[in-house]
Nanobody, 114 residues
Framework: QVQLVESGGGLVQAGGSLRLSCAVS????????MGWYRQAPGKQRELVAT???????TYADSVKGRFTIARDSAKKTVTLQMNTLKFEDTAVYYC????????WGQGTQVTVSS
């Protein structure tokens, strides 16, 4: 059974940094494209960062240059380093395969105060 457990969120001031982590079990991380998604209040869930099974990374324009996605297949984790956070980054953040499967974790709340 696939399990995705996100952690590392919190409250941070604008301009600050956070590092999110996603612990993955029940699938082979190295052969899947993985992504970080976020959902802000009243908005649809959006994909903000992707890392392919080949290690290629892509980002939404809104986070490009500020966020970095990485994968550690040995530790079965996917991380998202978020720098220069903005108020509009406030959301619940989730990891999942790309395109997303039906297996969603509980997410981790990121709140950026302006």
């Amino acid at each position: 059974q696939v399990q995705l457990v996100e952690s590392g969120g919190g409250l941070v001031q604008a301009g600050g940094s956070l590092r999110l982590s996603c612990a993955v079990s029940g699938m082979i991380l190295s052969i899947n494209n993985m992504g970080w998604y976020r959902q802000a209040p009243g908005k649809q869930r959006e994909l903000v960062a992707t890392i392919t099974r080949f290690g290629t990374t892509t980002y939404a324009d809104s986070v490009k240059g500020r966020f970095t996605i990485a994968r550690d297949s040995a530790k079965k984790t996917v991380t998202l380093q978020m720098n220069t956070l903005k108020f509009e980054d406030t959301a619940v953040y989730y990891c999942n395969v790309v395109p997303p499967s039906a297996y969603w974790g509980q997410g981790t709340q990121v709140t950026v105060s302006s």
